[in-house]
């Protein structure tokens, strides 16, 4: 059965200019300039359908009349089957077709490296793209040319605010965006007269930004379009897109729900902060599925999960996919490079002014063998910047000063005197013992009889209420039986 999945793809894929000859000639496609695509790229499957594309505008001979307005254009260069994944983030085994003259479709397009398209009950132009690639069939020009947003366009040629094209900019992204991709992706588009106009028109799209959003000093509109995440990365979204603002929570917090008393948990927090990785032996009763977490967050003083990621060892390694790499003799660092570890430090070395959490739980004797390497790499700060990380990378790669790393001993399992011998005399760690007469505990016992009362609480009867005229009906038929 074909799959439904195609994918777009450029083949600018570095400095070197277009690289579809070579595709087609070696039977690959491969990115080698956005690292940010790598999981994208690792999720596609054999049997997808893939086309090269490369997307421009154009105003100039075109095959239809647009009011002499540029239009976006995507040439369609080659097509193929996908056969294989290397499953490296970067490159893909195809099949390839070259087309015997450069197709090129209208309107609909996109500019960045790859595309993921489907069939979308919701959105016909997906199955006409779809169509017209692989299918060979005509792009149908005047169905798009009535859709609301070109159709507009055609006709209100030079009525465009910079914020309206900056939220239909943000939409396209799907919401979030850096301030220079949206400015890139205006500039592409060409839609506001201010860029032929005003060779300023990039700081007018950042004043907008500020001005129509209440997280800016410079707002100065009541109507609250934009959010910012960190005006020290600069990224922007749209607020009608925005999840929920995340919940305050505190030290106060933290004690009240975890079974530790406070000079315990100041230990560890001073701890974590003076060497950024350490490992927590955690005795049964002190919160196992909450405790990583809850102490993530008294530290952000926020429920941020977009700052945190944790690996849960037992269901990582239960994975059928990572037990067959596994015992392959492949020896990579399955942890790191198997999870989102290296784009989590990314997003934090982009994101300066606030602190990340790196957690690894559950750690016991069947697992420590598996593990050991990705521990070195993660408490290795003092030669961080040598080239003995190429071993884990391929490249020199640092963590970022402002991620933090727990890695949490399961003391759970008998026969773990051992391994906590061998993990003390090489890695920073603190042992935590439940603190019974702490306000963790004394609120977990409440709610553990509020929870037991409810379920014991016999059920109260309730007598139904009876007409007297009924009651004496009733009564005479007794007296009749007897």
Not at 150 to 160: A, E, I, K, T, Y
Not at 442 to 468: C, F, G, H, W
Request: aromatic share 12%; hydrophobic share 35%.
């Amino acid at each position: 059965m074909r799959s439904e999945t195609c994918w777009f793809v450029s083949a600018n894929i570095d400095r070197s200019g277009d690289q579809t000859q070579r595709f087609l000639e070696e039977g690959i496609w491969e990115n080698n300039l956005c690292d940010e695509y790598g999981e994208l790229v690792k999720s596609i499957q054999v049997g997808d359908r893939i086309a090269i594309k490369q997307t421009h505008n154009k105003k100039d001979a075109l095959p239809f009349d647009f009011n002499d307005l540029l239009v976006s254009v995507m040439e369609i260069k080659a097509t193929g089957i996908v056969v294989g994944n290397q499953y490296d983030g970067k490159t893909i085994n195809v099949k390839w077709k070259k087309e015997k003259k450069v197709k090129e479709w209208y309107f609909f397009t996109f500019i960045r490296v790859i595309w993921k398209v489907e069939p979308n009950d919701s959105n016909w132009m997906f199955k006409a793209l779809i169509d017209f690639t692989f299918n060979n069939k005509p792009q149908d020009i005047k169905r798009f040319v009535k859709e609301p947003y070109w159709g507009n366009r055609l006709n209100n040629s030079d009525n465009v605010s910079y914020k309206d094209e900056i939220v239909m900019v943000l939409r396209s992204f799907g919401g979030e965006a850096s301030l220079p991709c949206i400015q890139k992706e205006i500039q592409t588009r060409n839609r506001l007269r201010e860029i032929k106009t005003d060779p300023d028109w990039q700081a007018g799209v950042r004043f907008t930004l500020q001005r129509f959003s209440s997280d800016s000093k410079s707002f100065a509109h009541g109507e609250d379009l934009f959010y910012t995440k960190s005006f020290y990365c600069g990224i922007w979204g749209l607020r009608e897109t925005e999840t929920k603002r995340n919940e305050s929570y505190s030290k106060e917090n933290f004690l009240a729900e975890i079974s530790i008393n406070a000079a315990k948990y100041d230990a560890v927090i001073a701890l974590l902060k003076k060497r950024k990785s350490i490992i927590i032996k955690r005795a049964p009763g002190i919160g196992k599925n909450i405790f990583p977490e809850c102490l993530s967050f008294s530290l952000m003083q926020v429920k941020d999960k977009n700052r945190l990621l944790t690996v849960q060892l037992t269901s990582f390694f239960s994975s059928q996919e990572v037990l067959r790499r596994y015992y392959s003799g492949d020896d990579r660092d399955f942890i790191l490079s198997e999870t989102v570890f290296m784009n989590f430090c990314k997003k934090a070395l982009e994101d300066a002014e606030n602190d990340y959490y790196f957690i690894i739980d559950d750690i016991d004797r069947k697992n420590l063998s598996r593990i050991l390497m990705d521990l070195m790499f993660l408490f290795r700060r003092d030669r961080r910047n040598s080239g003995i990380d190429k071993y884990f990378t391929g490249e020199i790669f640092c963590i970022p000063d402002n991620v933090f790393v727990m890695v949490i001993l399961n003391t759970e399992e008998k026969s773990t005197a051992f391994i906590e011998n061998i993990l003390g005399r090489r890695f920073s760690m603190i042992e935590i013992e439940p603190a019974f007469d702490s306000d963790g505990t004394v609120n977990y016992l409440k709610r553990s009889t509020k929870a037991s009362d409810k379920q014991n609480e016999k059920p109260k009867m309730i007598r139904p209420r009876i007409k007297k005229e009924t009651a004496l009906e009733i009564i005479r038929g007794i007296k009749k039986i007897c």
